[in-house]
């Protein structure tokens, strides 16, 4: 099968250029001047569209036990949201369970994706626990099984987060097997005395949710990974930063030329204390962590995105209903399951209020979403790029096109959606993943089972793409 898309912008890192690109099998074959190649089965035309390189979104939650519920988007319902908002591939968290071993939970989650992927993806390991499940010499191995990356959380004490101790080994043993350790970067001891202090002065509405995770704690806990991560020599990407007091530790140890990225989320560029402040407790949608900050940091995000500070955005997508899972922390705050969803809207939200806003250009925003994350997350050059032998993970996308962001129009399952009534110039119109269409006129064409585990490169290191036989 080949496919030819035929007289649009291909949009990469560096440029921009009217070009056909030849799809044949899987991957790209090749990429040339208008009216030059011929013979295919199928012509898309893109005459007037931008054709991008898939958005790959480096952090997702999909069919995770989390907060006494399970996140409401499973495998199928969230990769077709990630779908219809252009992204091809996504890298979701393995959860350690408390005693498990590594290959434990590597067999739950594969079992969980099993049959129902709509698009391409790779894990990331979340120790929790190294002294009765999994050890460091069994954590050491999981690079050579393609999962080459470690999350820590340095919040959620009593459940998810881990001491000193675990980040540090965790940090060296990455040091010695090729894997980028990530952190969620909040204090989570001083959050547990200032949630515990809110609720027995009795604030239980969602706004002190925002209010006793301040910024402070995110930029001290941000300083700490930086400060351990140098020492134990190992490259170091700090996930969700929202706020001055986390950007400004990353911009000093990127100038200073440590292995230091750090991502932000979509939903930290718009949402704000305003939205968690809403009255009959609409504020529970905006729970999330690190929480809504006030609105002077959302230019200082866009400041960091714009000049490398921040290196990727993704969408942290961790859907819940409203009605039914957040409402389990009516009378407490601390009983909401944290988490939104945010998958479907990334592209259409950074290409109207960065790219159509003059905030960031438009080859920022393919090398934010796309080709970035490929590169830090050991997808690059099969993904994350379009270029001959890469994988024809593609996006033909309508400039011109308007709509209306809602929950009543989006894949997720989730009951409500962060940017409910925004309204949004520029579709994703047709998706490819390697070579097959997933999307086409505002409808889902393949199957679930199209996607597949990509086992990833380790950091630093390429991917290789097919070798191109055409
Ligand atoms: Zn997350």
Redesign the pocket.
């Known amino acids: 099968m080949s496919i030819l898309i035929k007289g649009g912008t291909v949009v990469s890192v560096t440029g921009a250029v009217t070009a056909d690109v030849l799809v044949d099998g899987e991957v790209i074959a090749a990429v040339a001047a208008p009216g030059t190649l011929s013979e295919v089965d199928e012509v898309i035309d893109a005459t007037g569209k931008y054709v991008l390189p898939g958005g790959i979104d480096p ?3 999909l069919d995770m036990p989390f907060g006494g519920t399970v996140t409401i988007d499973d495998v199928e319902s969230g990769q077709t949201s990630a779908a219809f908002g252009g992204t091809t591939c996504h890298v979701d ?1 393995i959860i350690q369970p408390q005693g498990a071993t590594f290959a434990a939970a590597v067999d739950e989650w594969k079992a969980k994706a099993n049959g129902k992927q709509v698009i391409d993806m790779g894990y990331h390991m979340a120790v929790t626990d190294l002294k009765d499940g999994g050890t460091l010499e069994e954590l050491a191995t999981l690079p050579d099984e393609g999962i080459t990356s470690y999350k820590l959380f340095m919040a959620y004490k009593g459940a998810l987060m881990v001491d000193d101790e675990t980040l540090f080994r965790t940090m060296e043993t990455a040091s010695q097997t090729g894997a980028l350790v990530m952190v ?1 970067a909040e204090n989570g001891d001083v959050i547990d005395v200032l949630v515990k202090q809110a609720l027995e002065a009795g604030n239980t509405d969602p706004l002190y949710h925002a209010l006793t995770r301040p910024p402070e704690a995110e930029g001290e806990a941000t300083n700490r990974a930086i400060q351990l991560a140098h020492l134990a020599d190992a490259p170091l990407y700090v ?2 930063v929202t706020c001055r007091e986390a950007v400004e530790p990353i911009a000093r140890a990127r100038d200073a030329g440590w292995d230091v990225w750090g991502e932000t989320c979509t939903q930290y560029f718009f949402n704000s204390l305003d939205d968690i402040a809403k009255p009959n407790f609409e504020g529970a949608k905006y729970v999330y962590s690190p929480p809504v900050r006030d609105q002077s940091n959302w230019d200082v995000l866009w400041n960091a995105v714009r000049t490398d500070v921040l290196s990727a955005i993704s969408t ?1 997508h ?1 859907a819940f209903l409203w009605d039914g899972q957040k409402t389990m922390g009516k009378d407490d705050f601390s009983k909401i399951p944290n ?1 939104g969803p945010g998958l479907e809207n990334r592209l259409q939200m950074i290409h109207e209020f960065g790219v159509r806003a003059r905030r960031i250009s438009l080859n920022r925003m393919v090398e934010l979403l796309s080709t970035n994350p490929a590169k830090l997350f050991g997808l690059y050059p099969r993904k994350g790029t379009i270029a001959v032998g890469s994988d024809a993970d593609i996006v033909v996308f309508d400039p011109e096109q308007t709509v209306t962001i809602s929950a009543a129009t989006h894949h997720s399952k989730s009951d409500y959606n962060l940017f409910e009534g925004t309204e949004v110039t520029g579709v994703p119109e047709v998706v490819l993943l390697r070579g097959q269409v997933l999307v086409e006129d505002g409808e889902l064409v393949a199957s679930p089972g199209v996607g597949q585990f990509v086992a990833r490169a380790k950091f630093g290191e390429e991917l290789k793409p097919e070798e191109v036989t055409a």
């Open positions: 952090h997702t939650h968290f969620h996930v969700h942290d961790c988490g």
